[in-house]
């Protein structure tokens, strides 16, 4: 009924993307077609295509809004760096594994449904925003080396992102830690840690 009164009042297609998102989660981003995210929003298999021109292009603004969120989220973590670049690091990596568990429709469209990052403009602006956050905060935790001792910080930021998302592929589906003695918390800190003292970053 809400999402009828929702559409009666101009919000197809926003509708839509809240449908989606249910049937994301619930069956995987190929678990379902746009007729039944249609038919999940309260309305015709025939009105998805005023906005959008086939499931793919659903699944793209699903993934947009994500990356905004996500960016969001990253950017209040950081927060300019505070108290100190590495505790504004380990938070923004916190966000990461936070977004996912609270947002898994969100993150299956954004990095599970293949969904390409050169397919949109916007989307590529999203997430090259949320990517600018991790980096930022790369740059800042290395801003104590000298220039020729400094890792590429758009390396590091892209070794954290693959390390955050391997741990939440691997360990914070369902309950957290279900298939770990640790939680998918301190598996990130310890092995953000190992790597970043490995690299020169940290010494502590």
Known sequence: MNKRKSYHHGNLRQALVDATLELITE????????????????????APY???KGR??????VARQGYILFG????????????TALAAFSKVGRAYLAFAKR??????AMFESGVSLTGSSELALASERAMGVMTQAAESLMAHLPLDKRPPA?????????????VVELFARGTPGGRAPYSPEDLLESGTGIYLRGLGIISE
């Open 27 to 46: 069956r995987g981003p190929q678990g379902f077609t746009l007729a039944e995210a249609a038919r999940q929003a309260g309305v015709s298999a025939a």
């Open 50 to 52: 005023r906005h959008f």
């Open 56 to 61: 793919d292009e659903l699944i793209c603004e």
């Open 72 to 83: 969001d989220l990253l950017e209040h973590s950081y927060d300019g760096g505070k108290p």
């Open 103 to 108: 947002y898994p429709g969100y993150y299956i």
């Open 154 to 166: 758009v390396m590091v930021s892209h070794h954290i992102w693959a390390m955050s998302h391997g």
